[in-house]
């Protein structure tokens, strides 16, 4: 890790290097540990330390990036050099809001000692709790614990000055019988900035429960079903609400759910979905790339759209203020959510299960895509846990299932169920982490795998 200290000084040092007209610097340092494991064996067990700095050159409404993963002075200058040379060869852009100005953010305590120094063995350790589960019955245990420390740091020539670091903590496993067509496979996995709140052995008795009760999966016919779902397959549904429309720029050019939509129900009235960075679990960032402080944004408030995320560029284009989303280096104009949350409900997964007659337990989704975003539809499959609930009860186990539905006008409208309990799980773009309930519901099953 650089330090409060020495990482502000290369962000100054950037925009002193960089002669533009305005300039603005980004500094990540990232200790990522990663242990794998494939076949009850753990096979690789790496620690990658790691720096990057952006820098952006201002030259009048013309603005160029450039990166460096050094931070030595003649890196630095470098790659001030080259925003520089970005920014001279790009098009004008009059509508272009300028940098930052200074801001008071927020203490945000999203740093946890033990994840920081958590050791390889202490990984080990963590992992063997799930493989002697799965030895157990004699099964192949793989997947990942991941445990990770950041620090950011955010300057520009306005005098914005930002710093904070934190930790996050996540682990994955499917455990299998084999790799014949008809093998049973179960998935379980969970994340927190903090490692000491993953529960190694119970998250290995719920992926070899699931394991052992999928041998010999069979078929449904395609179909709308009411579908039981665990909180990983709804954090992908979020996830992918998140990609197809939660963006400033998204918004204002019509191609969010939320264009022209605000003020309007778009899915059931149990759902509230909301980005708070303030949630104590999910390593709080308490300002965006840009330097602006991070406000809570409610996106959907009991079924009704209710609010937009953005950065300084969509806040200008859309006559409002940045919301503190924007994304690191320039990508994703228009921001995005690190996180995401919908709330609890007053339900369980067994009451769900229980008042269900004929429907689909889901224990999370795989391959998800989008379709069409306005609409919110997606597609993928379901895997590693999925079964039929027959006067309810969890019933027979089924092949992995293709689905194809609407995010918000279908699985979100016909909600009838929120779980109380809510699950932390990591986001597949390895940024963030989201919150998530399980919930009942409808989905359209348009066939099955093989």
Same mark, same amino acid.
């Given at each position: ?181 008809? =093998?049973?496979?179960?998935? #379980?996995? %969970?994340? &927190?900035?903090?490692?000491?709140? /993953?529960?190694? $052995?119970?998250? @290995? ?107 300084? =560029?969509?806040?200008?284009? #859309?006559? %409002?203020? &940045?919301?503190?989303?924007?994304? /690191?280096?320039? $990508?994703?104009? @228009? ?116």
């Amino acid at each position: 890790m650089v330090g409060k200290e020495r990482a502000l000084e290369t962000c100054e040092a950037a925009i002193s290097a960089s002669g533009a007209d305005a300039a603005e610097a980004v500094l990540i340092s990232e200790s990522d540990s990663l242990t794998r494991f494939a076949n009850s064996e753990i096979h690789q067990n790496t620690t990658v330390d790691d720096v990057t700095l952006f820098v952006r050159a201002v030259l009048g409404t013309r603005e160029g990036w450039a990166s460096t993963n050094q931070i030595t002075r003649d890196a630095v200058q470098g790659a001030a050099r080259r925003a520089v040379q970005a920014a001279d060869v790009q098009p004008e852009t009059p509508d272009a809001p300028g940098l930052a100005d200074p801001a008071e953010y927020e203490e945000a305590d999203g740093y946890d000692e033990l994840t920081a120094a958590f050791t390889p063995a202490e990984r080990a350790q963590g992992v063997s709790r799930i493989i002697q589960q799965a030895d157990a019955h004699r099964l192949n245990a793989s997947g990942s614990l991941r445990t990770r420390a950041t620090e950011v740091a955010v300057a520009n020539s306005r005098g914005v000055r930002a710093w904070t670091r934190g930790t996050d903590a996540s682990l994955i496993t499917v455990v299998m019988t084999g790799f014949e067509s008809d =093998a049973g496979s179960g998935y #379980a996995g %969970a994340a &927190s900035r903090r490692v000491g709140d /993953l529960d190694f $052995g119970a998250i @290995g008795i719920s992926a070899v429960r699931k394991c052992l009760a999928m041998r010999h999966p069979g078929d449904v016919e395609p179909g709308e079903y009411v579908v039981v779902m665990e909180p990983s397959a709804v954090a992908t549904a979020l996830q992918m609400l998140a990609y197809m429309g939660m963006n400033g720029i998204s918004f204002v050019e019509g191609r969010s759910y939320a264009s022209g939509r605000l003020g309007t129900k778009v899915t059931s009235e149990m759902v509230t979905i909301a980005d708070d960075w303030r949630d104590p679990d999910t390593s709080p960032l308490p300002f965006d790339f840009e330097g602006v402080p991070r406000q809570r944004v409610t996106l959907i408030d009991r079924g009704i759209a209710s609010g937009m995320i953005y950065d300084r =560029a969509a806040a200008a284009r #859309a006559n %409002a203020r &940045s919301t503190g989303h924007a994304v /690191l280096g320039g $990508g994703m104009p @228009g921001g995005y959510p690190l996180h995401l949350a919908m709330n609890a409900g007053d339900s369980s997964i067994e009451d769900m299960v229980a008042g269900t007659d004929h429907g689909i337990y889901i224990t999370r989704f795989n391959y998800a895509n989008p379709v069409h975003p306005v609409k919110t539809i997606f597609t993928g499959m379901t895997k590693d846990g999925t079964f039929l609930i027959e006067d309810g009860k969890i019933g027979r186990p089924l092949r992995n299932l293709r689905f194809t539905d609407s995010i918000l006008d279908g699985l979100f409208a016909s909600i009838t169920a929120i779980s109380r309990d809510t699950g932390l799980l990591p986001a597949i773009n390895g940024m963030s982490i989201y919150r998530a309930p399980a919930i009942r519901a409808r989905l359209q099953i348009t066939g099955s795998t093989v």
